[in-house]
């Protein structure tokens, strides 16, 4: 329950605060996003599997977020950037719902 | 495709397993703190992931407003552009009334002149560039009612620029000696034409339903313009596609004058 409190206080932060990102940083925030959500889940994961670690959880969370935008910033400058980005998308999508079938599974039993 | 299989088998960070193999080695538990449900990491990753979401969301909904707002804009610079059109032709219909006016002032000066000065106005009558006054027929076309299908589309079928031609046709065709559509009068320069769905006469964007005036001999007009060519198309069009017309004699109607200037065009002389 307190972890999706975190949920809540960050969304509240954002509206609150009103961040503006770098105009260079824009196209990467979908991915960061989508990359936040692969660790979060995974952690939730390790949660209910009983193996979950503190620091393996944080860095992650940070070096998929970091990853993911290098990826495709570096598309971005060879002039694939839609592709690696969709090759982003596929893969941590694909983990995303392995990992949610696996909480899934936990939760109900089904 | 053995990629994506250890993917599917492998979803979750290989770290958890080893650090987890690492306290089991070390004789704690597999799960680091006795109450992971309640770890900090875990709510400070899930705070980053609100925060993050909020931020793209809000950016997106940014991007979206400064999209409509250049279209905004860009409306507001069309209607700008068309009322400015609006007030040349304005200017231009005055201008050309004082042309006339000190025309006649010249002709009225000269004794003999009366007489041409007549038969230019019938001239300017019968070319298009004076208004005229007279009885004739209303031929109204709109389109199709919503809900009524025909053609092959399945849109509902809308009056074509063909079926204005064809009006106008049949109504010359039944003697009419001046005709107008919208108000926009037809001359020998006049071009009926769609483009974009829009139907153009004299280079100027109509709405339906259309309104074509023709002054001409109201007890025949009507009559010989339904037997005639134009009647017969709208009735086929009408019973094919659903388009609405309505024709009536009217005893006085008035016809707008159009600008028809030969730049190029010189009269050739008469030798």
Known sequence: ????????????????????????????????????????FGGLRAVMDGVFDDKVFVVSFVANVLIAAFIVFLGDQLGVGAQLSTAVIVVLGIRIFTNVATIRRHLFRA | MSLITDLFANALDEGYAEAAARRRAAGGPASSGNRPRMSLALMAGLLGLGLLLVTAALQVRADASIVSAERESLVERIGLAASHTDGLERTLSDLEGDILQIESRQLDNVAVSSELRESMAAMQGSAGTGAVEGPGVVVEVDDAEDGATGGTSGAVPSVLDLDLQQVVNGLWAAGAEAVSINGQRVTAMTAIRSANDVILVNFRPLDPPYEVRAVGDSRTLGSRFLEGPGGEWLLDASTTAGIQFDIRNVDSLTLPAATAVLRLAQPEDAT
């Open chain 1, 1 to 40: 329950m307190i972890p999706a409190l975190g949920l809540l206080l960050g969304i509240v932060a954002g509206l609150v605060f009103d961040v503006s990102v770098p105009l260079a940083l824009q196209p990467y925030l979908p991915i960061a996003v989508v990359a936040a959500l692969d660790a979060v």
